[in-house]
């Protein structure tokens, strides 16, 4: 960047049916050949890197649209990179959950990506605290990205009856975190938003709590919680 330039920076927000990166120009700040480029810039140019090798938006036989490598992708590698779109105040089909009471509309292919049962990507948070999606399992080029929408929101209410991610693991419905069985969440340890685990410490421990009973002439003190049975620990 020139001072007093313009970037001209692939928008990986809007596609044709080609899968092609369309321009948008996005003005200079500063001068003597410096500028500040917001970090939404920063994060929508990594994506911009995909363009020749790394996911594109193609149509399922059973799904409609689905996002699908087009290289391979190690375990721990980054496969998107999130950028939050917008704010939303309530849960719909496509919102990301952040916190308990905080929900973000994600631009660009994120949306696109399906949920699956049994997910090769799980979720990072980035430095905006936007979701990078993250390989949890080998991908090889070609195979569709997924990832469990309850490894995001605590509660899922806007999909079909069943499930149709078609995994030996599936469900048959597609829930939240809220409704994961202990093993599975243990599964996605370090691939969920940690929101989710932290609702969960604080519910084992008001139930250990109630589970706490001081009698007469005990050495701890009231309130005192001695043991907290299923608090997940990272």
Request: charge should be negative; charged fraction near 20%.
């Given at each position: 960047m020139v001072g007093g330039a313009h970037l001209k920076v692939y928008d990986a927000g809007v596609l044709?049916?080609?899968?092609?990166?369309?321009?948008?120009?996005?003005?200079?700040?500063?001068?003597?050949?410096?500028?500040?480029?917001?970090l939404q810039v920063e994060l929508i140019l990594q994506r911009a890197g995909d363009m020749s090798g790394g996911y594109?938006?193609?149509?399922?036989?059973?799904?409609g649209e689905g996002v699908f490598a087009t290289r391979s992708f190690q375990v721990g590698e980054t496969v998107m990179v999130g950028v939050i779109e917008a704010e939303l105040d309530h849960n719909h089909a496509h919102a990301s959950q952040l916190s308990?009471?905080?929900?973000?509309?994600?631009?660009?292919?994120?949306?696109?990506?399906?949920?699956?049962?049994?997910?090769?990507?799980?979720?990072?948070?980035?430095?905006?605290?936007?979701?990078?999606?993250?390989?949890?399992?080998?991908?090889?080029?070609?195979?569709?990205?997924?990832?469990?929408?309850?490894?995001?929101?605590?509660?899922?209410?806007?999909?079909?009856?069943?499930?149709q991610c078609g995994s030996p693991r599936c469900r048959d419905h597609i829930t939240g975190w809220k409704d994961?069985?202990?093993?599975?969440?243990?599964?996605?340890?370090?691939?969920?938003?940690?929101?989710?685990?932290?609702?969960?410490?604080?519910?084992?421990?008001?139930?250990?709590?109630?589970?706490?009973?001081?009698?007469p002439g005990s050495p701890h003190?009231?309130?005192q919680i001695l043991n907290v049975a299923?608090?997940?620990?990272?």
């Open positions: 044709n049916d080609h899968s092609r990166y369309a321009l948008r120009t996005v003005p200079g700040v500063g001068s003597a050949g410096s500028s500040l480029i917001s594109e938006l193609q149509r399922t036989d059973a799904k308990e009471k905080r929900f973000v509309l994600h631009g660009g292919l994120i949306t696109k990506v399906n949920h699956s049962c049994e997910p090769n990507c799980g979720i990072h948070l980035n430095a905006s605290g936007a979701h990078d999606f993250v390989a949890r399992q080998p991908i090889t080029a070609s195979q569709e990205i997924t990832f469990d929408y309850a490894m995001r929101n605590y509660t899922v209410e806007h999909f079909a009856a069943h499930c994961l069985p202990s093993e599975r969440k243990a599964d996605y340890r370090g691939f969920a938003v940690p929101y989710l685990t932290d609702i969960d410490n604080q519910d084992a421990t008001e139930r250990a709590g109630h589970l706490v009973r001081i009698q003190q009231t309130g299923g608090v997940v620990t990272e």
